[in-house]
């Protein structure tokens, strides 16, 4: 039995690339510098593969910002605004990932949507009836040279073309069916080349294909790969599919010539049965994804040898592989010093997961017993610290009520817009404000010992101070204290709630230079005291305007952090929603009139077929934010915000959270969302946001002024918040500031020209 790993981390296991990379935004090493610092994190990380004994080891799994994007650039998916800006092939590159504003002319950058259904963001390339698409790049072949070049052969990854199709924006007359003919023989062309330079194997990421597919969709899917794979020669082709399984086409999938194909069997409900009844074909390996590459728990050796052994009996031949790329887990556990033994033996990072394949490798090819018996000790007992019998007994004595909340929207629209007396278009921000080297670096100090407790606060106060009024001097309608105090939305609270356990280095890419470090749910949740209310308290102390508190929602934090897995996540996030309430009212009860509970990532665990959608998820997602909110007065304003997802297709499921008002992204995606609000009659109150700020772009007065002009074709007036896309934590001073005032201008503008 071979092993093979899909894709592996790639921001470097000390987060290099971010680094580097956010100096070459800055202009402090040359992009020459900025290559060698990839080479170094590509090389290292071939190295440990192959140290490990993995059989199939990736490469152009490494990117810049997004491997998305980087298939677009090398089959010429380039509109012609990027490339009029006359910039080198990187600078271009990046303009299209996060905007360009310069010299050169003034660009917005592509949607940014999440990768399937995880916290991962990619970048949407667009395509026009007159893109030429051919092999443009060398990307994927100069990094199979390097690593060969250091004496490893590796396995070339792509998002397959199919795929790729799928998550194209088409702008112009055109759609996928057009660009399938020229895509296919770019993609041949792509594959030839590496039957030239000697690959053993080459994987395509067909990912799409777990969706609920239609009978065009096959055919597209089987029109691809005839022409693809009639081009691959000595060449080995696997198709690699993850995140589900691929009920919908299976027959047509195990009926072409591919030499592998790579199923999951953590995340695909029915995939060991439909090779159970279906088989599989004998000239064909089949990639068996069962080490998860989403979650950071120990294998189960038990469990997976069953499965292994059920395939074998079956005559099946299999290479163990991860579930899908490891970019969803932290690199080592070598980097965790502080957490105990008794909590780090039950976990498995990145190169654990590496370790694993290679213990599981052995123990199907030579019997070897001493990690089974070791692995099989780790699972006979409880975890320790995990169980706690009021927070059970909380949970279970939720009733129905406790999800309603009174009196209905309407009458308590009415009532909150007599107490706030607030302009028409209100302006607000979504929260955060820009988290400058001081801050990060009082904050550091404060958690290394150096700077103590009443420093730091008087040091987050005066911070606050500074934003409160520069708000109230700007105009801003609706403040924020700014959160100078959190280090991020959901490890701030969860170090503040029972049950949680938190790393040092575990750093997870989110999207391009965007890492996160997701706390671990290791036990039962519940508030331990008052998280935000001491800030929120100061802050609204500074100003007469209102002041919103703000809280991270329930599914929020259960999908941005690493989940149980020993009760449902049901369960789990009913758990950490009682928490929320608790703080919730406690907010109101010293005097916080507007609160605002982000859901920004309800969207991103939906499930990625429709039928599954409500019975799996809905069902307990909404209630549990209602959950949250269901006791506060008709006064007290709740708002949410939601992040960059697709949120058209479920509308109606986010009107009935019961929020009073949300905001969401919206510049990116040209405001479609508008348009199924208007068709689904959504009753709250709404912010789409006006201005993208994961782009150093500022927009202009008139850009913002016409983009409120086309909400309120679909928004009525009344119902408009003003704010831009989402939190401004990561942006800079300047940018921020400007980018706010003409914000407030354009909402000033308009209400002169309602009046």
């Known amino acids: 039995m071979q092993t093979s790993v899909i894709g592996y981390p790639r921001i470097g296991a000390h987060r290099e690339l971010k680094f580097a990379t956010e100096k070459y935004f800055r202009g402090e090493i040359s992009e020459q510098d900025l290559q060698h610092t990839a080479k170094h994190i590509r090389s290292a990380q071939w190295q440990r593969q192959k140290d490990a004994g993995v059989d199939l080891i990736p490469s152009n799994d490494f990117s810049f910002y997004d491997n998305v994007l980087d298939t677009a650039v090398l089959f010429h998916i380039v509109p012609q605004r990027y490339e009029q800006l006359n910039l080198s092939p990187l600078a271009r590159y990046f303009a299209m990932a996060r905007g360009y504003q310069g010299a050169a002319g003034d660009v917005k950058a592509f949607a940014m949507k999440k990768w399937f259904d995880t916290n991962y963001h990619y970048m949407v390339p667009e395509i026009s009836d007159d893109t030429e698409i051919f092999l443009a790049g060398t990307k994927p072949f100069d ?28 702008t112009g007359k055109k759609h996928a069916e057009q660009f399938a003919r020229p895509l296919a023989q770019a993609y041949a ?155 780090t033996r039950h976990f498995a990072f990145a190169e654990e997961k590496l370790d694993e394949l290679a213990q599981l490798k052995a123990i199907g090819n030579t019997g070897s017993t001493e990690a089974l018996h070791a692995n099989a000790a780790l699972f006979a007992h409880k975890r320790p610290n995990s169980y706690d019998e ?49 801050v990060k670096s009082n904050r550091k100090a404060f958690r290394t010992g150096s700077l103590g407790a009443q420093e730091y606060t008087d040091f987050c106060k005066s911070k606050i101070a500074e934003w409160v009024k520069w708000q109230e001097d700007a105009d801003l309608d609706v403040l924020v204290h700014g959160e100078f105090e959190r280090n991020d939305m959901v490890e701030y609270f969860g170090e503040q709630l029972n049950g949680y356990l938190f790393t040092e280095k575990a750093w997870v890419q989110s999207y391009g230079t965007r890492c996160v470090k997701p706390p ?160 689904n009659h959504f009753r709250t109150e709404v912010g789409p946001g006006v201005y993208d700020i994961h782009s150093p772009r500022v927009p202009s007065v008139e850009e913002i002024h016409a983009a409120l002009e086309q909400m309120l074709l679909r928004i009525e007036p009344h119902k408009l918040w003003v704010n831009p896309d989402c939190g401004l934590k990561t942006r800079g001073v300047p940018e921020t500031k400007a980018s706010l005032e003409h914000l407030v201008q354009a909402a000033k503008q308009l209400r002169a020209e309602r009046a």
């Open 390 to 438: 009021a927070v059970h007994a909380r949970t279970a004595a939720i009733r129905d009520s406790d999800f309603t909340r009174l009196p209905a929207f309407d009458e308590r629209e009415r009532i909150q817009k007599e107490e706030f007396q607030l302009p028409l278009f209100p302006t607000t921000t979504i929260g955060s404000f820009p988290q400058t080297a001081d």
């Open 520 to 679: 671990i749910i290791w036990g039962d949740v519940s508030r331990a005291g008052s998280m935000t209310v001491d800030w929120s308290v100061y802050a609204q102390s500074l100003t007469k305007k209102p002041m919103k508190g703000m809280l991270t929602g329930p599914v929020t934090i259960l999908n941005w952090s690493f989940p149980r897995e020993d009760i449902s996540v049901k369960e789990s996030t009913y758990q950490i929603a009682l928490a929320i309430r608790d703080e919730v009212l406690d907010l109101e009860a010293h005097g916080i009139r507007i609160i605002q509970v982000d859901e920004a990532a309800l969207r991103e665990k939906l499930p990625l077929r429709k039928s599954d959608w409500y019975r799996e998820y809905l069902d307990w997602a909404i209630p549990a934010f209602r959950l949250v909110h269901s006791g506060v007065k008709p006064e007290t304003q709740i708002h949410t915000h939601m992040c960059y997802s697709e949120f058209t297709d479920i509308i109606p499921a986010i009107d009935s959270m019961d929020a009073d008002v949300i905001t969401f992204e919206a510049s990116r995606s040209n405001l479609e969302i508008l348009d199924s609000l208007k068709a």
């Open 189 to 343: 062309q792509y594959l030839e080349r590496f039957n030239q330079l000697g690959a053993q194997w080459v994987q395509f990421d067909e990912p799409y294909l777990v969706h609920d597919l239609t009978e065009d969709d096959i055919a597209l899917f089987e029109q691809l790969y005839h022409t693809l794979l009639a081009a691959k020669g000595s060449t080995r082709v696997l198709l690699q599919t993850y995140f589900g399984d691929v009920r919908d086409c299976y027959a047509h999938i195990t009926a072409l010539d591919f030499d592998g194909i790579g199923l999951d069997f953590v995340q695909g409900k029915q995939t060991a049965a439909l090779v159970q009844k279906h088989g599989f074909p004998s000239d064909k390996l089949l990639f068996a994804g069962l080490v998860n590459g989403r979650n950071i728990w120990r294998n189960r050796y038990e469990k997976t040898l069953d499965v292994l052994n059920t395939l074998k009996n079956q005559n099946i031949s299999v290479v163990l592989s991860t579930s899908c790329s490891l970019l969803h887990v932290p690199y080592t556990l070598g980097s965790e010093t502080k957490l105990p033994e008794a909590y």
């Open 143 to 170: 990094e199979f040279l390097e690593a060969k070049a250091l004496g490893i052969v590796t396995k070339p990854v792509i998002v397959g073309p199919f795929t790729l199709l799928k998550l194209l924006t088409y």
